[in-house]
């Protein structure tokens, strides 16, 4: 892995709005969102909604525990149904996502990078099969 990785826990309270907690989660035990990781995650923060207004959750962020009760184990819909049932004040623990200090953030592929590894290979499977039909033409003819 490139870089230090770190991150903290953070106690965030919000007060659900008329628009609700204004964030979006993947993730849970049925839904792998991060490979061999079964969490919650934040995917969307809506700007005019508590959590963006409050402006410390962030997309990336892993959800561990609602009002005290941990997340680990639970499924998609059963996490949500405890943000539904959560009432208007929502005390929620998180792990901010993992900042890395000299590589790309986040544990997707970087999509900024010129060339990938698969990209580097399709180019030289390409390569290669222009090759061997021009090759192959040429062996033609000559017969």
């Not at 934040?42 to 005019?48: A, G």
């Not at 996490?79 to 900042?99: A, M, N, W």
């Not at 544990?107 to 990209?119: I, M, Y």
């Amino acid at each position: 892995m490139n870089g230090s990785l770190s991150s903290k826990m953070l106690d965030i309270k919000l007060k659900r709005g008329s628009a609700g907690l204004g964030f979006n989660i993947v993730g849970g035990v049925d839904q792998q969102y991060v490979l061999n990781d079964t969490g919650i995650y934040v995917s969307k923060i809506k700007e005019d909604g508590a959590a963006g207004l409050d402006g410390r959750l962030q997309e990336g962020d892993k959800i561990l525990e609602i009002n005290g009760v941990k997340l680990e184990g639970l499924t998609h819909k059963a996490t949500v149904d405890l943000f539904r049932t959560s009432g208007e004040d929502v005390q929620l623990l998180i792990l901010k996502k993992p900042h890395h200090s000299n590589g790309p953030l986040g544990s997707g592929p970087d999509h900024n990078a010129p060339l990938s590894a698969l990209g580097i290979l399709v180019a030289l499977a390409g390569a290669a099969a222009f090759c061997a039909f021009i090759y192959m033409r040429h062996q033609r003819r000559h017969f």
